[in-house]
């Protein structure tokens, strides 16, 4: 079995997963959402400390399966570096006492193999992630084959949710207070623009889009008309054109490059409204559409072992000293 750590932005998870049959034996998570909320946004250092207390507290159930253990895994890269560190020093300590190789994986890896969990891989395929950090379109051969051929080059699909959601004063994380709160709106209450919509380029940008809405928001608060209504319809304009611009941008490249298969990954993933019209388009091009189960969209460890078997069998190992921690990177 494999052991893998997962630290990169707010949620400490570690799951047990089986070499051979990829089963997921133990998987357990502890989100810190309560504890950022007030500030509307993740604080970095607050993180890496509830990472000090919620990581021993999870492995300290997961000693009963040590004497199983083939290796360590552990996120490096991408996230933030103070909570990354946490990761891999846990990780570090844990491959030195029980004597166990060690294996740094890919965070956005691990979001792509999330669609694998506890299955087969089912590649090749075109991969759009979703996330607070990252909006991108990936061809994905194998796990040492990917390629970025469209990303966003400001704010992310998530994390202009988040954004909206802080605008409104609804709350971290914004996805599903925004997502609940446009389920009672009209979506064509507010003509927001689409961003990049006479642009040819395959490029993603949300930072237009959340000016708008914040100039909607002013000026309904100046006119006295920011109630939950208000509320409701400004977040379904706003989901109608983020999604819409993701659609745009897709279809584009689906007309140059018609995927077989489809698949949509990453925490902001788990929007419904985004799920359902992708499905509409995948239809269109008659592609297969692949989905995470909505609990893997998330940061998890599941992710991270799943990834982890694959290198396990590569014998892609690393060193105690080379394994370091990088909060981007340019390409997989």
Known sequence: MILSIESSCDDSSIAITNIETKELIYHKKISQEAEHSVYGGV??????RLHIEALPKILEECKSYFKDLKAIAVTNAPGLSVTLTEGVMMAKALAITLNLPLIAVNHLKGHIYSLFIQKDELLPCTVLLVSGGHTQIIEVEDLENMKIVGQTSDDSFGESFDKVSKMLGLGYPGGPVVQEKALKGNNEAYDFPIPLRQSPAIEFSYSGLKNAVRVAILKEEENGK??????????????????????????????????????????????IYLRENILKLSKEFNSELILAPLEFCSDNAAMIGRVAIEQYKSNDFVSFKDIDVKARLKEF
């Open 43 to 48: 604080v970095p250092e607050l993180a890496a």
């Open 226 to 271: 920011l109630d939950e209504q208000t509320i409701a319809n400004i977040c379904a304009s706003f989901q109608k054109t983020a999604v819409d611009h993701i659609l745009m941008k897709l279809k584009k490249y689906f007309k140059l490059l018609p995927p077989k298969k489809v698949a949509i990954v990453g925490g902001a993933s788990a929007n």
